[in-house]
């Protein structure tokens, strides 16, 4: 499907926002005439496969884009990056510093981009950062409270990808299992493999429930790429239109 | 949300807040002495001072990157750090734990920089109360005037610039210390502040505070294990005490 060459394009389609919770101060949510679209999924799961391709059918069918990410903020991502390195961050300060980084990535590229009309994809959302912090034992209470400053995207995808095959498609590409992505800290299991499917079922448990109060767009990414993806842009396409 | 003792924790702290120049850390590094040269088990810590979250502070505040909430959140961070890696543990082992400013400090602050109160107070919730909170009540110009006399290069953030309450940063920081005084009276009654009148001698106040540690906590409680046989330096350790206590 060649989308560049068509020459009609979509003006977006304004509709109503709101913040989970107490959002962030100030913001005035009409202006925000922009759409964000957010893509969930275990590493592995395709998701930035999935970003690049959307981000190449937005821009050729006239939408600007700009990406965000978790660990990417200008404000902690180092400090974040080394804090990790070393293991030695507990599990509230772990959480209220993943927090700091979304909130500055919110409101200096997210917000700012919104309201200049970009269709901004992000790279995981809240809800990677709350799954993994319930995982861990935190009060969901309390991360509804401290995510309540999230805006509420106009999609999400999530990725579902078997641990099975996640494990397969992480050995393809790397020859080794990452010690977060395992959940090595939780102390499941200390064989890293058997940790890694151990984690990751909890995960994909705790999206499921996720998913019940969130409500996010359970995609089958077992397909094709390119599958997947004509999926997504039709899903972004509805979006767009303000269906 | 329950304090230290009524979770049941063997160790006790003791927090103070107060205005910019209100002379709680003076206040707060004589109960230390005091209470170190007793013989007994103290520690110190400082708001903003983990060292895992200080460079993404400092860099935030340099390069003026920080809004209301991630102003909130790193300084919740620095907390959390601290309080999960020294705090709770100390007081678990039965420590005085010594708090130049608490919780309290990101009520008034970030409440005055505009984040919802329930929000703030949400991100805390994980911590217990302390035991004790002096508070140190100064007149906002005897305040003013110790800050204003001892530095006057303000910081950005420090003098509440990123509110925008004056292109003056001299009239800003005292609008902002003045919102901030009216934040901390409101809390007050709430979470029972011990409020010590921050415009007497330091001795005076000094006074104070030691009469009311005295009243509240069992000292003898927390006094280090003494060494076995060999030289018993109680002696010593009582005269120090005593010298230390006459104001």
Known sequence: MKAAVKNHIVVPHQTERRFYGHGIPGVDLEQLAGKLIVVEGADGSGRSTQIAKLVEWLEGTGHATVQVGLKRSTLVSEELERAQEGNILSRTTFSLFYATDFADQLENI????????????????????????????????????????????????????????????????NAALDYWESGMDLGLSRDLFD???????????TFRRLQTTYGFTIVDGLRSADAINEDLQKKTGAVLAGK | MKTFAELNFPGRLIAVEGLDGSGKSTQIYLLKRWLEL???????????????????????????????TTFSLIHATD?????????????RAGYIVLCDRYIFTAFARDVVRGCPPEWVRGLYNFAALPD??????????????????????????????????????????RIFQGRILE???????????????????????????????????????????ERPPPKPPAETHKKSKEEVSAP
Do not use: C
């Not at chain 2, 907390?79 to 007081?91: I, S, T």
């Not at chain 2, 009540?137 to 005037?145: A, C, Q, R």
């Open chain 1, 110 to 173: 997210i917000l700012p981009a919104l309201k200049a009309g970009f269709v901004v994809l992000a790279d995981r959302y809240i809800y990677t950062l709350m799954a993994r912090d319930l995982v861990r034992g935190m009060d969901e209470t309390w991360l509804k409270n401290l995510y309540g400053i999230a805006l509420e995207p106009d999609a999400v995808f999530y990725l579902n990808v078997p641990p099975e095959e996640l494990v397969q498609r992480t050995f393809a590409k």
């Open chain 1, 195 to 205: 940790s890694f499917m151990k984690y990751q079922i909890t995960m994909q448990k």
């Open chain 2, 38 to 68: 007793q013989g007994l088990k103290v520690y110190f810590s400082e708001w903003n001072s983990s060292e895992l979250v200080k460079a993404a502070t400092s860099k935030g505040k340099k390069r003026e990157l920080l809004t209301p």
């Open chain 2, 79 to 91: 907390f959390a750090d601290r309080y999960e890696r020294h705090l709770v543990p100390l007081l």
């Open chain 2, 132 to 173: 004790l909170t002096f508070f140190f009540k100064s007149d906002l110009e005897v305040s003013l005037k110790r800050i204003l006399d001892g530095r006057p290069q303000l910081k950005y953030f420090e003098a509440g610039m990123d509110l925008r309450l004056s292109p003056d940063p001299y009239e800003s920081f």
């Open chain 2, 183 to 225: 934040q901390y009276l409101a809390m007050s009654t709430e979470f029972g502040f011990l409020v010590i009148d921050a415009n007497q001698l330091i001795e005076q106040q000094q006074a104070v505070v030691r009469e009311l540690v005295t009243q509240r906590l069992r000292l003898m409680d927390f006094r280090r294990a």
